[in-house]
């Protein structure tokens, strides 16, 4: 089954991490370029962060460079988001996307929410 599977939301304080977790299936992950995407209800997906096929090319929103890393792991068709010194702002659903440059169709998980609080 072609699909990707997010991880490791949930709730943590101001300042502190998370990990993300996304894991791929059905597809050849390691020819594909990944990205992760959050989304506020009402508005528009924001784009978060990429990674090229062999993870050397790494971008970022200006709103977490310097915060978030994103990374992958090929052998184990996974991508992560390494998530620290969280803000308030970063409250919201994240979204694993492949995009649809390699296989002609734009696949995404379901999601998992992050809520930042004190």
């Known amino acids: 089954q072609v699909q990707l599977v997010e991880s490791g939301g949930g709730l943590v304080q101001p300042g502190s991490s998370l990990r993300l977790s996304c894991e791929a299936s059905?597809?050849?992950?390691?020819?594909?370029?990944m990205h992760w995407y959050r989304q506020v209800p009402g508005k528009e997906r924001e784009f978060v962060a990429s990674?090229?096929?062999?993870?050397?090319?790494?971008t970022y929103a200006d709103s977490v460079r310097g915060r978030f890393t994103i990374s992958r792991d090929n052998a184990k068709d996974a991508l992560y988001l390494q998530m620290n010194s969280m803000k308030s702002e970063d409250t919201t659903v994240y979204y694993c996307?492949?995009?649809?440059?390699?296989?002609?169709?734009?696949?995404w998980g379901e999601g998992t929410l992050v809520a930042v609080a004190s």
């Open positions: 996307n492949r995009p649809e440059d390699t296989y002609g169709s734009d696949l």
């Open positions: 059905g597809f050849v992950f390691g020819l594909c370029t």
């Open positions: 990674i090229s096929r062999t993870g050397e090319t790494l």
